[in-house]
């Protein structure tokens, strides 16, 4: 039975995986980068989000945003706030985006240019890490209050980053975040990743973010994450969902 549902999850990530490159390809072929955004619930990514998508807009830079959620289009709004083209996406109780509910959405509606399309995927590091959107930069966001060890117990979602960002940095101190425990275990399960530190509130890391990203929309060189196994193997949705929704288990899959 162990190995049936291994080798379901096999197949749901290898169809997943063949979608992403297709959606990769035809984004690239009209001059769209996908930027995949991963947090846990509570990271401040949103607010971080909406503050790069406001310096994209203040420069000019062709940029839109997708949200994902469970439920309500509240991240959408205070997106839209920024100027730029927003989208919300509701996953009907799914925990994690596809590459074929992406492309569904991003279908008819991606507006002409576009440069960068920013998806704030759902608030969870488990399953959102085992599957690959058609991005070309992945990002994991983690606020200092989620404490300094989250990279290790989610190594699947740090390993699989090629940008770490670390928000709310104005709380370390009260949330006794130990800075330098932090970055070892970022290294531990990515060696060479970057970390940049950030706070909404006062914009520390918003232009060194936008900056990374058009770096790397402009050929420059992204970090490569190593294979990272996901340790979790379940179903995802309800029945009858598919099945892309009814599995996550990842061996050694990383976002081209």
């Known amino acids: 039975m162990c190995e049936s549902m291994d080798e379901v999850s096999q197949a749901v990530l290898a169809k997943n995986d063949g979608l992403a490159a297709s959606l990769r390809a035809e984004l690239a072929g009209r001059g769209v980068m996908v930027v995949n955004l991963l947090s846990s619930p509570g990271s401040g990514k949103t607010e971080l989000l909406a503050r790069v998508l406001a310096r994209a807009v203040e420069r000019r830079v062709p940029v839109a945003a997708l949200t994902a959620d469970l439920a309500t289009e509240n991240d959408a709004l205070r997106l839209a706030r920024s100027g730029a083209p927003v989208k919300q996406l509701l996953t009907d109780g799914l925990c994690h985006l596809e590459a074929r509910r992406l492309r569904t959405h991003v279908e008819g509606w991606l507006p002409d240019p576009t440069a960068l399309l920013f998806v704030e995927n759902v608030g969870n590091l488990v399953c959102p890490a085992a599957y690959d959107l058609g991005e070309s930069l992945r990002i994991v966001c983690m606020a ?53 530190r950030s706070c909404a509130r006062d914009g520390e890391g918003v232009d060194t973010l936008l900056e990374r990203v058009l770096a790397a929309r402009d050929g420059g060189p992204v970090h490569r994450p190593p294979l990272a196994p996901h340790p979790h193997g379940h179903s995802h949705g309800p029945a009858g969902e598919g099945a892309e929704g009814s599995a996550g288990l990842l061996a050694g899959h990383r976002v081209p």
Do not use: C, I, M, W
């Open 144 to 196: 200092v209050t989620e404490g300094e060890d989250k990279p290790l117990k989610y190594p699947t979602a740090f390993g699989s980053a090629h940008l770490v960002v670390l928000t709310k940095t104005d709380l370390a101190g009260p949330a006794a975040f130990d800075a330098t425990a932090f970055d070892a275990h970022v290294q531990r399960v990515n060696p060479g990743v970057e970390v940049v």
